[in-house]
């Protein structure tokens, strides 16, 4: 009893507030664990070291008090630790027109499409193909109208141009379909500058480039444990020209680093950590982002599962760690092992997308990806837009203040049951809950009196309505 009354006192106290809406926060490691880890980190990179295949970074490393054998960086803990004081908890991205378009720390979850699959499920013929640079611009012109959308990528990458060029075509050929920020990777330091200076190009200067910035390049060191030259000389330049990256590796459990999740977060974490500190030693406060990309692997067929739960677990465990680190981090999602779009595509696609956006992570990619991330869809993208929209509302949580607790209301409309015409039912439904655009929610006989049309129709319709302007 008396516990009960001390509640009740707590209660009584406590002063009214207007509680803010707020995204709801999913937490597979806690700050312990996280801190665990980065333990395990500073213990890899110290005792483990790096393979760092570049003189200037292993020069700026060694004079920042790193020890170097036989080409072999170890560093030192206290380095680690206080240069992650430098990296900067927020990046923003802005469109073409210079308009903010998202920040890392928004509180709506943000997301985007897959970079360079090696085919493209074309929405025309159904036919699995090798991409064209005129599906680059397809993608663009999409991505710039879905509303879920919010930084666009190359699906693909175009197999009718030399790998040398490609980069930079499809680059072009996005910036020249949608204003929104873009994300993209190249071969090498040479190529990926070339699209650093497109950019510029567009949007008066690398000054107002750095100032406003409408691009993402995703640098990746190789697992086990090893910066290569392309990738340090990519995170020199965008330090030195204060552009933001992504670092983070494409991980295989098993394969090239522990089974076990934690294991695999843990080396992953201790990679991209590596390649930051090189970005904040030659540029104290340059942009930067991480995460990490494990690839869960079926060993029944050494198949990868980016389909299963694993694959999103792993996301938002490293999430939780660059989190605890004050690091912005992305994450995967959206994303299915199977070949169409269909049953298993669409569960996996919608679960993990719920999970990320529940995981509050920077910017979510990898949105309209089927065969384990070889091929690129469209009409898959048109359906995780979709998706996305739903995980964004389920993600916001419940809206709690006086106006949507709505005592007044209940007074008003109770005694005759005049919800339904009552000022406040009518300001709000069209908002309150969330329509959709692609699923649908009508009678049986409607459905049957329009031909039945399934899911699939209804993609191809829309996908080819905003690919023609109709």
Not at 262 to 269: F, S
Not at 295 to 313: K, N, Q, V, W
């Amino acid at each position: 009893m008396a516990t009960r009354a001390k509640s009740r006192r707590r209660r009584a106290e406590r002063p009214p507030v207007e509680i803010p809406s707020r995204r709801m926060r999913l937490q597979t490691i806690d700050a312990l664990g996280a801190e665990e880890i980065f333990e395990g980190v500073l213990e890899i990179l110290h005792s483990v070291g790096m393979l760092v295949e570049d003189d200037e970074a292993r020069t700026i490393l060694t004079s920042a008090g790193c020890r170097e054998e036989d080409g072999r960086i170890f560093y030192p803990p206290d380095l680690v630790r206080r240069i992650l004081e430098t990296v900067p908890p927020r990046i923003t991205f802005f469109n073409q027109n210079g308009e903010q378009a998202f920040a890392t720390d928004d509180e709506t979850a943000r997301f985007g499409t897959a970079v360079n699959c090696v085919q493209v499920l074309d929405p025309r013929t159904d036919e699995y193909r090798p991409c064209l640079l005129s599906d680059i611009s397809d993608h663009g012109c999409l991505q710039d109208q879905l509303p879920n959308i919010d930084f666009a990528a190359a699906l693909g990458y175009p197999s009718d141009l030399d790998a040398q060029i490609e980069a930079l075509a499809s680059a072009r050929a996005l910036l020249d379909s949608t204003r929104k920020p873009i994300f993209f990777t190249g071969h090498d330091d040479i190529g990926v500058r070339a699209i650093w200076d497109e950019m510029a190009a567009r949007v008066g200067g690398m000054g107002n480039l750095a100032d406003k910035p409408v691009g993402l390049d995703l640098i990746g060191p190789i697992s086990p444990l090893k910066l290569g030259g392309e990738t340090c000389q990519r995170l020199l330049m965008a330090a030195r020209l204060h552009l933001p990256v992504v670092c983070y590796p494409a991980i295989f459990p098993g394969m090239a680093c522990p089974l076990t999740l934690a294991g695999a977060i843990t080396q992953a974490t201790a990679e991209s950590l590596a390649g930051i500190v090189i970005s904040q030693l030659v540029a104290p406060g340059a942009p930067v982002m991480s995460g990490s990309s494990v690839m869960p692997m079926d060993m029944r067929r050494a198949d990868m599962a980016i389909g299963s739960p694993e694959y999103t677990l792993a996301g938002l465990g490293a999430a939780d760690v660059f989190d605890h680190l004050g690091i912005p981090c992305w994450t995967g999602s959206g994303c299915t092992d199977a070949h169409d779009i269909g049953p298993q595509a669409l569960a996996e696609a919608s679960a993990s997308l719920q999970a990320s956006t529940l995981g509050a992570t920077a910017l979510t990619h990898n949105l309209g990806v089927l065969s384990s991330g070889r091929t690129g869809s469209m009409e898959m993208l048109v359906a995780c837009d979709e998706l996305a929209a739903m995980a964004r509302k389920f993600g916001a949580g419940i809206d709690v203040s006086s106006t949507s607790i709505a005592t007044e209301v209940i007074a008003r409309a109770a005694i005759n049951n005049s919800f339904l015409t009552d000022p406040h039912t009518l300001a709000r439904y069209e908002t309150e809950m969330w329509i959709p655009s692609l699923f649908q929610r009508e009678g049986i006989e409607n459905w049957q009196e329009t031909g039945q049309p399934d899911l699939k129709m209804r993609l191809k319709e829309k996908t080819m309505s905003l690919l023609e302007g109709t």
